[in-house]
């Protein structure tokens, strides 16, 4: 049987998440609906992150077994006329038949945007959080780093979370000047994340910038491997994955 | 009585643009809604530009007498907790009595944002036009300034103005290379407009860049005053009110 991997992009704000919910609106469903349509059979997939409710994608990767193959320049078109506007498919691969999105992903690149001004800006809040006064973003390029490399993180992770570790190893973490629309974005590499980990280390590096928590303190907040001691999770609608990695077979 | 100037920024998704009107949901009418609560009594407001609805803006203008003083630092978060989340007062001027922004302002800029894609995509519709196909965006870029100066921009004004001249400086008009985003950006800067005048505009600047129009024509569509001869009036969701400029007294 053919198997593919989609590229997805959406708008998570009137999402429930990615995952399929009997009560919610959720972007699997809506996959899942379309890729029934065009294949004229239940189709279903498996996606490689479940996102909460609000967090936006740029690039979730989902993997379907189907019945036939429909070349991959085609079947982006064919499933976004099928699709609403706040969710699209934006590019197909052919796959072998065991790829499974979830287990055979090598890591993740998130990126949390915070738009930092007195003001709230109606055309940032769909995408950005707001924070008003000053932020030192300076420390929180400095503190950026210590999040790099393995740890336990423990701290980072909310309640509800089951999982045998909480040791992951993160190979990027970065905080980038404001760009010119005074969006601050907090960059997040790793191979596998915790719940809602990449929104607990941006509220921590914002108490950074906020001189709640001091720069070198960040690596005894790590250690600590108490939720007490981090920021707080930031809400979703500052959070877009942005990119899956694959070895696409 | 004092007077004030307040720069607004507003998503105008959800809009029918800025002009209230009776059956409708205008920018115009939640100003007035706040500032009249402000205030407790019923305020007016004149505004800048009368946006079309779903047309977006990032420096509106609008001008109002009030009862009594409520300092320039303060005004913009005391409305604000009055207004919805898609609009937003970024800034107050206390100005002269006989201020008036809408026969008082110096000039406008706006933003056409086109993006080019074969792909529809989620993150971007709300702000920007989706055209799939290539673009030629050198050839976009030597048209655009054939519009600058003063002209006869009769071709470029939808039916249904009532201006005694179609004639218009324009100061800017410059087509920008994509963004990291891939945005193309259309930029308009003049003293004043025609109705319908910057969406015709960069409707015209994309027909060069589909080939429809060779860039050495663009003079004598200009100057033929035929709007058949120019290109389509672009959908709303593309253009934004960037700023308007005064000499604030």
Redesign the interface.
């Known amino acids: 049987m053919p198997a593919i991997a989609l590229v997805i ?3 998570g704000t009137d999402f429930v998440g990615w995952q399929y919910q009997e009560n919610g609106r959720s972007v699997q469903e809506q996959i899942q609906k379309a890729l029934s349509t065009l294949y004229k059979e239940e189709i279903k997939v498996t996606g490689s992150s479940r996102t909460d409710a609000g967090v ?1 994608a ?1 690039g979730l990767v989902c993997s379907a077994k189907v019945p036939f193959i429909i070349p991959e320049d085609k079947l ?2 064919a499933c ?1 006329a099928l699709l609403p ?6 590019k197909a691969y052919k796959v072998s038949e065991d790829f499974n999105a979830r287990f055979d992903n090598k890591g993740k690149r998130y990126i949390y945007r915070i738009y930092n001004s ?6 940032r ?3 950005s959080h707001l924070v008003t006064g000053t932020l030192d973003v300076e420390a929180m390029k400095k503190a950026a780093p210590f999040f790099e490399g393995e740890h336990d993180f423990a701290a980072f992770c909310a309640a509800g979370g089951s999982q045998n570790t909480t040791v992951r190893r993160l190979t990027k973490v970065e905080v980038h000047d404001p760009d010119e629309n005074g969006i601050i974005e907090i960059e997040v590499v790793g191979e596998a994340f915790l719940y809602n980990m990449v929104r607990i280390i941006a509220g921590t590096l914002l108490y950074v910038g906020q001189g709640k928590i001091a720069v070198d303190d960040i690596p005894s907040v790590i250690d600590s491997c108490d939720r007490e001691r981090a920021g707080k999770t930031l809400p979703p609608e500052g959070l ?1 994955l942005e990119e899956v990695f694959y070895d696409y077979a």
Chains 1, 2 share one sequence.
């Open positions: 992009e959406f708008d936006h740029r982006p078109f976004n506007e706040d969710v699209a498919v934006v007195p003001f709230k800006s109606p055309l809040r769909r995408y877009t």
